[in-house]
């Protein structure tokens, strides 16, 4: 299945992320946002445009010892060239303040390893561009 086949889910088995994703980032806790956040790549995804990344909180993944399932804080696919939002983290925690910083520090984690894994540049939006425009920049 393509990723543009993939649905995006509202949660994920412990046994998926377990057995199948690989941490490839860690997003250290900072002042108004007090989790540590794990960007995972899914491991049966072996070609670049077919990638795909879930990213959870490492609270929920402790949690999900006892409850069987993850919530992903986000999940990210690779289109063409470009990184796009599957499951975006304010649908997911609308009462969790997110920052465009956050969710910026997140793509440059995928369009990192896009670079070094698979030698290829990823484009994605930067929202501290001049006048608050939202540009596209590779890595």
Avoid at 57 to 85: C, H, Q, W, Y
Wanted: charged share 35%.
């Amino acid at each position: 299945m393509l990723h543009s086949e993939a649905r995006a889910k509202s949660e994920r088995s412990i046994q998926t992320i377990r057995d199948n994703t690989r941490v490839i980032d860690t997003i250290e806790p900072r002042p108004l946002f007090s989790d540590t956040i794990e960007v995972r790549r899914m491991l049966s995804r072996t070609h670049r445009d077919s990638q795909h990344f879930i990213v959870t909180l490492l609270s929920d993944m402790k949690r999900a010892n006892d409850t069987k399932v993850v919530k992903p804080f986000a999940e990210v696919a690779i289109r063409g060239d470009r990184l796009r939002f599957t499951v975006k983290p304010k649908k997911q925690y609308p009462e969790m303040w997110v920052s465009d910083e956050l969710l910026h520090q997140i793509e440059v984690s995928v369009a990192s390893f896009m670079k070094d894994y698979f030698a290829t540049k990823i484009y994605f939006s930067d929202t501290k561009a001049k006048d608050s425009k939202k540009e596209c920049h590779p890595l």
